[in-house]
Every structure is written in C-alpha cells, then in structure tokens.
C-alpha cells in the first residue's frame, strides 16, 4: 500500500495564489508511473486537473491551462500543483492521485489522498 498524505489547501480570494503538495509513503519497496491532482466541487464528478509523468510529461484540464503548474520530485515521491489567478470555480476538493507499483508484488494500483480543500471567494 502506498499513503498519500497532502497539504497546502485553503480559503483564498479571487486572483490569489495556492500551493498544494502531496507526499508519497509506504512501508514496501514502490515506484510511482504517474502522479496526479483531481478535484471535486459539491454536485459535480472528480475530473483530473493534471497530471506528470515520471518523465515529466505534462496535460492540464483545458480550464487550468496558463495558471496551474503541476511538478514532482521523483527522489522525494512527491508532488505539487502551483494555482495561481484563482477563480470562484476552482473551489473543490482537490485529491492527489499516484499510479504506483509494489515492487516485490509487481501489482500497479491507484492509490489516493484524503483530499484537501481549496476555497476561492470572489
């Protein structure tokens, strides 16, 4: 099992920045293909808002593109996504998301943090 374990949501005003970050643990030996950040605002369905690769590749829902950065840190199994110029419509529940691989097992999983949330006001 991997635990994701998140940080860095909150309230913020319209136009503000925020910082989210997402560490990933186990206690086996694990490697990660791909890391991510979804989101869910009340009444509507998780959609991805991006996502990395480990070899850095990149794709942003078209709603984000311009103002959030996703990055990662492969040695420390982290991730973080940058948001600036917030809008209303950015508040949600944000959710780190990692595609990982138990290595004595060879099983690859989704695996989820408990999410965190994001609160724009305007």
């Known amino acids: 099992q991997v635990q994701l374990v998140e940080s860095g949501g909150g309230l913020v005003q319209a136009g503000g920045s925020l910082r989210l970050s997402c560490a990933a643990s186990?206690?086996?030996?694990?490697?990660?293909?791909?890391m991510g950040w979804y989101r869910q605002a009340p009444g509507k369905q998780r959609e991805l808002v991006a996502r990395?690769?480990?070899?850095?590749?990149?794709n942003y829902v078209d709603s984000v593109k311009g103002r959030f950065t996703i990055s990662r840190d492969n040695a420390k199994n982290t991730v973080s996504l940058q948001m600036n110029s917030l809008k209303p419509e950015d508040t949600a529940v944000y959710y780190c998301n990692a595609n990982a691989r138990m290595i004595t097992v060879g099983v690859s999983n989704d695996y989820w943090g408990q999410g965190t949330q994001v609160t724009v006001s305007s």
């Open positions: 990395i690769t480990s070899s850095g590749s990149t």
């Open positions: 186990s206690g086996s030996l694990f490697s990660i293909n791909r």
